[in-house]
Nanobody, 127 residues
């Protein structure tokens, strides 16, 4: 079983920065795809940033490239999302997620049905 606990959300003005953390436990986290998703009111959940198994090949949504950085501290079983130059359109609930590597990238990023999810942390960016 996997447990994911997000923290670090909050309210910030446009142009500011936040760092999200996801404390993880469970075998799947150590070997699976892992990443961050977000859902704004009235919109579908979307992938923001992710790492492939082993922590390689960082992937980003086009809307956050150059502003967000995903990283991992394997010793602490913690996933991070550094968010810079925040915009009002970044306002959303942010979720940490992992999935076993057998499901593959498409199931993790697009289908999402087999992902393990945290409870989320709210990010609000005011302009």
């Amino acid at each position: 079983q996997v447990q994911l606990v997000e923290s670090g959300g909050g309210s910030v003005q446009a142009g500011g920065s936040l760092r999200l953390s996801c404390a993880a436990s469970g075998h799947t986290y150590n070997r699976g795809y892992m990443g961050w998703f977000r859902q704004a009111p009235g919109k579908e959940r979307e992938g923001v940033a992710a790492l492939w198994p082993g922590g390689a090949n960082p992937q980003y949504a086009d809307s956050v490239k150059g502003r967000f950085t995903i990283s991992q501290d394997r010793a602490k079983n913690t996933l991070y999302l550094e968010m810079n130059r925040l915009k009002s359109e970044d306002t959303a609930m942010y979720y940490c997620a992992v999935v076993a590597p057998e499901y593959g990238w498409d199931y993790f990023w697009r289908d999402q049905r087999y992902n393990y999810w945290g409870h989320g942390t709210q990010v609000t960016v005011s302009s």
